[in-house]
């Protein structure tokens, strides 16, 4: 199990967002958790010199493109990328710098997987750097991915099938618990232990984390095949569950680095 950092953009910030509550038309029902006074970069450079590898920057909406350019810049090939990724701009983010680029709503649109998209995306970035996220969201029997910042459900639900059939497509999945994204109260174990059971390659689970025995919770429900993020009870993002320094520890201790 590791520890993935990640870098959430807002309005060219570096911000901690509950992303259920992030709209296109309603900016005032967004809770922000923390914003930032230092650049992309100072994070993409701390988690350089820690040897983090395999974070994530997400940029939340328009304008932030200036800023993932600066995250980038701050460790080229260390850190992915996703938000607003089509098969037309995939290959310049690669050229920036991004590892892989993480992929969601222009592959799952009207509800459903569109496999000519997904295709021709791979045809870009190849499979070995490109992650579908799967961030997901518990309706009537089960989990489904959810699209346009979390807002609207798919058809796609998650489970071993479809797990298979996709990671056939993709180096990774992303998947976000968005129930309990952003609001440290605590991770979805029940679909922790779904993923745990189904996926066949790298999973980044993210969600929830509040304190470190979430981290903890996550390595024994996950039974150390997922890794995991944490984002807003990180003190370096104001948060008071975790510190940077213990979850760094931990990742080392796991993986004897």
């Known amino acids: 199990m590791r520890f993935r950092p990640c870098i959430d953009l807002h309005d060219g910030r570096v911000k901690q967002i509950v992303g259920s509550t992030l ?4 900016s005032a029902s967004l809770q922000t958790n923390f914003s930032s006074e230092f650049s992309p970069s100072y994070y993409a450079r701390m988690y350089r010199r820690d040897n983090l590898v395999g974070g994530h920057v997400i940029m939340l909406g328009s304008g932030n493109e200036e800023a993932a350019v600066d995250a980038l810049a701050g460790w080229p090939g260390g850190l992915q990328l996703g938000g607003g990724i089509t098969a037309e701009n995939a290959g310049r983010w690669l050229e920036l710098g991004a590892s892989h680029v993480i992929v969601t709503s222009h592959v ?6 569109d496999e000519e998209r997904l295709h021709r995306l791979c045809r870009v ?39 298979a059939e996709l990671a ?17 109260m605590g991770v979805e174990v029940r679909l922790i232990e779904l993923l ?7 999973t980044t689970y993210a969600g929830g984390v509040g ?11 996950g039974r150390g095949r997922l890794d995991a ?21 931990f990742n080392r201790l796991e993986n004897e680095i």
Request: net charge negative.
């Open 23 to 26: 709209h296109d038309s309603d």
């Open 108 to 113: 799952f649109h009207d509800g459903r997987l």
């Open 196 to 202: 745990s059971k189904h996926v066949t390659i790298p």
């Open 168 to 184: 056939d497509s993709c180096d990774e999945f992303l998947i976000h618990a968005v129930d309990v994204e952003g609001k440290c």
């Open 229 to 249: 993020t944490v984002g807003s009870a990180l003190d370096i993002f104001g948060g008071t569950g975790c510190s940077y320094e213990d979850v760094v520890g």
């Open 125 to 163: 970035t190849g499979r070995d750097r490109l992650v579908l996220d799967l961030s997901c969201r518990w309706k009537d029997d089960g989990y489904y991915v959810v699209t346009d910042r979390w807002q609207k459900f798919t058809e796609l639900r998650v489970e071993s099938n479809v797990l």
């Open 211 to 221: 304190s470190m025995s979430d981290m903890h919770l996550i390595r024994k429900a």
